[in-house]
C-alpha cells in the first residue's frame, strides 16, 4: 500500500503553533509528493492551510479517540491515518497511550514525538530545541534548519505592497504578559498625532475583559478591528509597516510573515521565545521601565 500522507497533531495556542512551522516546512521539503497534514483546532489548521499551503483536519472530528483505552477512529480520521507514513506529535510522548494507540492503528508509520518542554539547561530557542530533537535524523534535522534559517533571513512574505499601517495588539492569554491597556491607548494617540496610520487588534479576550468604556477610547484614538479567527487576524497584517503587541500568539505570526515587530516583553524569557522573523525587536521591562514613549521611538524608526 502506498502511504501519502503526513500527519502532524498539534493542541496548543497560536504562539506555541506558530513555532512549530519550521518542522512541518521541513516536512513538505522532505517529501514534496506527499500530502502534510496539521491535526490541530480548525482555526489554526485554517491558518496553517493559508500560509503554509498545507492541509489540516479538525482536531474535534473524533482524534480525541487516540488518548483513549478503544481507539475507534471515525471512518475520515481513521483513512487519515492508515495512509500515513511519517507522523509528528506535539501532543505526547512516545510511552503515551496516545503513542501506543497509533503505532497500533498505522505500525508501519514512522512516529515522532517531540517534548515541547525546554530543558532548564537549554539556552538557545523553543524552536532550536524542537529541532534539537531530530539530530537522530540528520535528514530532518538538516531540513528543519535551513528552514529555520531561511525564516530568520526573510520571513514567510505574505505581505501586500501597500504597508503602511502601525498595527497595535494590545492583548495577550494572560494578562500578566500584557503591557498596561493605558499604555498602547497613549501609544496611539501619540503615533496618530505624528500622522501615522494606527490600528488596533482586538481579541476575543480583550473584548471580554475591558470594560466598555476602555474600548471607546481606542475607536476615539484610531481605527479599531475585531478579528473574528486566525484567517482574519493574518488578513490585518497585510498592510502593516509594522506591528507592535505583548509577547502573544500576533506577534509571533507578525514576526514570521516578516512584518517589522515590536515585542514587549515582561517575564518571559525573549531568547525562548521571542517571535521568529527577519525583522523582530524585543523591548523588555515593567510598564514603569518601558514607557509609550520609548516604544513610539522605536516605531517611529519604521
Known amino acids: ?8 497533531f498539534h493542541a496548543a495556542a497560536l504562539g506555541d503553533f506558530i513555532v512549530t512551522w519550521p518542522l512541518a516546512l521541513a516536512l513538505a521539503r ?15 489548521g485554517a491558518l ?39 507522523i509528528l506529535s ?17 505500525p508501519e508509520a514512522n512516529l515522532l514525538c517531540v517534548n515541547t518542554a525546554i530543558p532548564p ?20 534535522h538538516a531540513a528543519a534548519g535551513q528552514i529555520l534559517q531561511s525564516i530568520s533571513s526573510r520571513g514567510l512574505p505574505l505581505a501586500g505592497p501597500d504597508r503602511r499601517i502601525i ?15 493605558e499604555q498602547f491607548l497613549e501609544l496611539a494617540r501619540g503615533l496618530t498625532a505624528a500622522g501615522r496610520s494606527v490600528r488596533v487588534l482586538l481579541g476575543e479576550a480583550e473584548l471580554e475583559r475591558w470594560p466598555a468604556g476602555r474600548i471607546k477610547s481606542f475607536e476615539a484614538a484610531c ?19 509594522v506591528f507592535v503587541g505583548n509577547d502573544s500568539g500576533p506577534g509571533h505570526l507578525a514576526g514570521i510573515l516578516g512584518v517589522p515587530t515590536v515585542s514587549l516583553f515582561g517575564e518571559a524569557d525573549p531568547t525562548r521565545w521571542k517571535p521568529l ?6 523591548l523588555t521591562g515593567t510598564p514603569e521601565q518601558l514607557s509609550s514613549q520609548a516604544v513610539t521611538d522605536c516605531v517611529m524608526r519604521y
Request: glycine share 6%; with cysteine.
Open 90 to 106: 506535539f501532543v505526547a510522548a512516545s510511552t503515551d497511550r496516545w503513542a501506543e494507540n497509533v503505532r497500533k492503528l498505522a
Open 277 to 282: 522573523g527577519p525583522n523582530v525587536t524585543v
Open 223 to 241: 481605527d479599531v478591528r475585531r478579528p473574528n479567527n486566525y484567517v482574519e487576524l493574518l488578513e490585518q497584517l497585510f498592510d502593516a509597516a
Open 48 to 86: 496553517a492551510e493559508r500560509v503554509l499551503r498545507i492541509e489540516s483536519s479538525d482536531s474535534e472530528a473524533g482524534w480525541h479517540h487516540l488518548f483513549s483505552e478503544t481507539p475507534a477512529l471515525p471512518e475520515p480520521a481513521a483513512k487519515l491515518l492508515s495512509n500515513a507514513h511519517t
Open 121 to 140: 539547561n537549554f539556552t538557545g530557542h523553543v524552536t532550536d530545541w524542537l529541532i534539537e530533537q531530530w539530530r537522530g535524523w540528520p535528514a530532518g
Open 167 to 181: 498595527v497595535l495588539h494590545p492583548g495577550a492569554g494572560s494578562e500578566k504578559k500584557c503591557w498596561p491597556a
Open 1 to 8: 500500500m502506498l502511504r501519502r500522507n503526513v500527519l502532524i
Open 30 to 44: 522532505l517529501y514534496p509528493q506527499s500530502r502534510i497534514y496539521y491535526v490541530t483546532h480548525s482555526q489554526k
